[in-house]
């Protein structure tokens, strides 16, 4: 048997990292995740969709391919009859994210647990010490994700003030919708924004190996300023408003933001998150060291 090409060594050693059991078949790697029904076919090109459909779980929920090479339009098209991803080494980076986090939990249904949340406050319980996110990304997986030939490359902790919050999102009819709990943070350097489900990261005091700590350059008032105004941009929709004026119907499209008291927000902490930094002759190269994304290299600030 043929050994697993690089790429789809590396990609195994992520996905059990993020909770799926690992199963050998002939050429291929199947990996599954019992908590959202999710199932990742890691194979080489010369597997067809058709021959491979029968090994993913019947409850499988979501079904993917990853191929270590382009398998070529026929092995596309067959994959989409069965309802069946397909992903190749060129779309392996922006696809990596959602194949690594839960699924995004979104708004729970009525009459669930989560959709009778209140909006009290969420606590943030951060472990004493414990405000480095854990890497799922070391630096062979880096290399083989960067794709860039011998460059050099740095782990740095860029720092992020987190704080979890609740909000009841209005609905698309413009009444109130469930509540929904997730997580901002806000880039200390940069003041970039991203929004992360509650759970999805780990946090521990800290992590081996070389690495470099950047420093916070704002505090916890504007970035709790950054992050109310940044909630509230999320969190608006469109909501259509129709009236009946003489025979003609008129259907008008209004902004709805969340108003002040429809989210809580919870006290924010300095949290420093990993990210790859690979410098070579083609430039910079910088990775999200838990998701696998490429950002830019402006994201974090200047270097």
């Not at 391919?65 to 392996?92: F, K, M, N, W």
């Amino acid at each position: 048997m043929s050994p697993p090409a690089p790429r789809t060594s590396a990609l195994g050693r992520l996905l059990e990292a993020a909770g799926y059991r690992l199963e050998a078949r002939a050429q291929a790697t199947l990996a599954v995740r019992a908590s959202d029904h999710r199932s990742v076919l890691l194979a080489r090109a010369n597997r067809s969709p058709a021959e491979v459909e029968g090994w993913f779980p019947s409850d499988a929920i979501h079904r993917t391919i990853v191929y270590d090479d382009e398998p070529g339009e026929t092995a596309r098209q067959l994959a989409a009859d069965r309802g069946i991803e397909v992903i190749s080494p060129a779309t392996l980076g922006p696809a990596l994210g959602e194949l690594l986090l839960p699924s995004p939990a979104g708004a729970a249904p009525a009459g669930s647990p989560e959709g009778e949340l209140s909006l009290d406050v969420p606590t943030t319980v951060v472990p004493e010490g414990e405000r480095v996110v854990r890497p799922r990304i070391g630096r062979p997986e880096a290399q083989t994700l960067a794709g860039v030939e011998g460059p050099r490359y740095t782990l740095r902790l860029v720092p992020f003030w987190v704080g979890a919050y609740r909000i009841r999102p209005t609905s698309a009819h413009g009444g109130p919708g469930p509540v929904v709990l997730r997580v901002v943070a806000v880039n200390a350097v940069s003041r970039r924004v991203e929004f992360w489900d509650d759970g999805d990261r780990e946090l521990v005091d800290g992590i081996d190996g070389p690495h470099q700590r950047l420093t916070a350059q704002l505090g916890s008032g504007v970035a709790t300023a950054i992050a109310t105004e940044a909630i509230r941009r999320h969190h608006t929709i469109d909501v259509e408003h129709t009236e009946q004026h003489g025979g003609a119907l008129v259907i008008e499209t209004r902004r709805v933001l969340p108003a002040i008291d429809d989210f809580r927000l919870a006290p924010l902490v300095l949290l420093h998150v990993p990210f790859w930094y690979a410098e070579g002759a083609e430039g910079r190269v910088v990775l999200d060291a838990v998701t696998g994304r490429r950002v830019s290299p402006t994201e974090n600030g200047p270097p």
